[in-house]
């Protein structure tokens, strides 16, 4: 059990200190204070406004560079689940094409099978053009976004960055998918909370955009970017391989997608330390 988050750290009762590679909202660290200071201002003064506020009005404008185009409509969900759910009952059933998200969609028992294709973008990206009957998945990828990243399908679910990582959902709905629009939930009736915490985090995300990470080499993993996972055929190790990296001092996310990110805060110290407890393990 952890009980202290700070910069790219986590700390167990017995005072142990681990690098936490399972989140992508540790962009910046854990607890940054540019971050952390803005929400509670905004907070404390904008929390109780009726909608909508000037915070929608600000969200609209960031999102307008994904939707020029004319051909999607924003919508909103409480969380990534209570999409999926919804759209397996509006479609039937949902294919995944990774074992990640085959994983995650099992554990929240949502069948698969053929009604409905799920594109996990967030290690790779496809040169398609047009998808029908399918759900391009970003919600895991821990950049921004722009116009020719999306493509042409009837859903694109947003980066989990866009919703200020509060756990929701933001998803672009071609205006083709009517009867998808019907469960959505529109802009105008999230909360205000969320585009305070989005505009944060978008804004400090964009400073950081051209940032590079590093890269390491390893049989076992898959990389992009500050993005990493097991390969499939190594997923049935992931319990002994998440045990020797704790026991270095490392945290990975052993549950579905089982995605973890690299923080851009670490020095060169740090970044030889995980290289090598990673390439090694």
């Not at 967030?122 to 950049?143: A, G, Q």
């Not at 002994?240 to 996310?253: E, H, V």
Request: proline share 3%; aromatic share 12%; hydrophobic share 40%.
């Amino acid at each position: 059990m952890f009980y202290k988050a700070k910069e790219c750290y986590v700390r167990d009762k017995f005072g142990n200190r681990y690098f936490d590679l399972r989140r992508a909202d540790n962009i910046a660290g854990h607890s940054h204070r540019k971050l952390t200071t803005q929400i509670k201002n905004a907070v404390s003064v904008h929390l109780t406004l009726d909608l909508p506020t000037i915070y929608h009005k600000r969200y609209r404008k960031i999102i307008s560079s994904l939707t020029s185009a004319g051909l999607y409509e924003l919508y909103f969900f409480s969380s990534p689940q209570e999409f999926l759910l919804k759209a397996a009952v509006l479609f039937g059933t949902i294919e995944a094409d990774t074992l990640n998200m085959s994983d995650f969609l099992t554990g929240h028992g949502i069948k698969s099978g053929s009604g409905l294709k799920l594109r996990d973008f967030t290690l790779s990206h496809s040169d398609e053009k047009k998808m029908d009957k399918t759900i391009v998945w970003y919600y895991n990828y821990p950049r921004l976004l722009n116009e020719s990243n999306i493509p042409n399908a009837d859903i694109v679910v947003l980066p989990a960055l866009y919703t200020g990582y509060t756990g929701g959902c933001a998803v672009l709905v071609n205006r083709n998918v009517r009867e998808l629009m019907n469960i959505c939930h529109p802009l105008e009736e999230v909360p205000a909370i969320v585009f305070v915490t989005s505009t944060v985090f978008y804004y400090r995300a964009k400073a950081l955009q051209g940032q590079k990470c590093f890269s390491f080499d390893s049989e076992k993993f898959l990389c992009n970017d500050r993005v990493f996972a097991l390969k499939d055929e190594y997923q049935n190790e992931i319990q002994d391989i998440a045990a020797a990296l704790k026991s270095s001092g490392i945290i990975i996310n052993t549950l579905a997608p089982y995605y973890n990110y690299i923080p851009l805060t670490l020095d060169i110290h740090e970044i030889r330390r995980i290289k090598k407890n990673l390439e090694n393990c």
